[in-house]
T-cell receptor, first 114, second 116 residues
Framework: EAEVAQSPRYKITEKSQAVAFWCDPI?????LYWYRQILGQGPELLVQ????????DSQLPKDRFSAERLKGVDSTLKIQPAELGDSAMYLC????????????FGPGTRLTVT | AQKITQTQPGMFVQEKEAVTLDCTYD???????LFWYKQPSSGEMIFLIY??????QNATEGRYSLNFQKARKSANLVISASQLGDSAMYFC?????????????FGGGTRLMVKP
């Protein structure tokens, strides 16, 4: 069964360092999402791509976060510099186009900033 | 205002019994979709069930059913015959509008614990 791949699964970094996460969606899924999930809360959307274009990045802290999906397939989310409050689970999801299609989530990257 | 509200932070259920997890939503759109996801301690989000705003029948998927009451804006998840493996966080989510790939807004989740 096709899955969304993410790496790394766990990342520990010191504050002020740069960190990057990678996501490979299910083949054929045009829409890709990055979510941040703080412990004990539901996921919150950071950025949504349709193919290689950003559809929604209104919740992305653009002073330190960046995201790209250059060829409309895999995607990278970067944080520079990392802050203590960035400690969270970063989830990637993908879906087919269409309102009724569910989003398939990857296993997530658990980030700890020390 | 919260778009998705899950009022039960945690719930216990006896194995083999049914349990209802509450979810209320707020939207002014006529077209929207409601989703339930399960998140075990390992962290991955697992899709359980979907209900469209125009669907007249309540959605069902195996032991999962969605009690959709449109006028009350509620979309409760019912799990029948609970199993130990059902212990997890459960999130209700909503997608608004007709646009393809619209974002999901999640509730705060309910932690379900199944007792043997």
């Amino acid at each position: 069964e096709a899955e969304v791949a993410q790496s790394p699964r766990y990342k520990i970094t010191e504050k002020s360092q740069a960190v990057a996460f990678w996501c490979d969606p299910i083949s054929g899924h045009a829409t890709l999402y990055w979510y941040r999930q703080i412990l004990g809360q539901g996921p919150e959307l950071l950025v949504q791509f349709q193919d290689e274009s950003v559809v929604d990045d209104s919740q992305l802290p653009k002073d330190r976060f960046s995201a790209e999906r250059l060829k409309g397939v895999d995607s990278t989310l970067k944080i520079q510099p990392a802050e203590l409050g960035d400690s969270a689970m970063y989830l990637c999801a993908s879906s087919l186009m269409g309102q009724s299609y569910e989003q398939y989530f990857g296993p997530g990257t658990r980030l700890t900033v020390t | 205002a919260q778009k998705i509200t899950q009022t039960q932070p945690g719930m216990f259920v006896q194995e083999k019994e049914a349990v209802t997890l509450d979810c209320t939503y707020d939207t002014s759109d006529q077209s929207y979709g409601l989703f339930w996801y399960k998140q075990p301690s390992s962290g991955e989000m697992i899709f359980l069930i979907y209900q469209g705003s125009y669907d007249e029948q309540n959605a069902t998927e195996g032991r999962y059913s969605l009690n959709f009451q449109k006028a009350r804006k509620s979309a409760n998840l019912v799990i029948s015959a609970s199993q130990l493996g059902d212990s997890a966080m459960y999130f209700c989510a909503m997608r608004e509008g007709l646009g393809a790939g619209n974002m999901l807004t999640f509730g705060g989740g309910t932690r379900l614990m199944v007792k043997p």
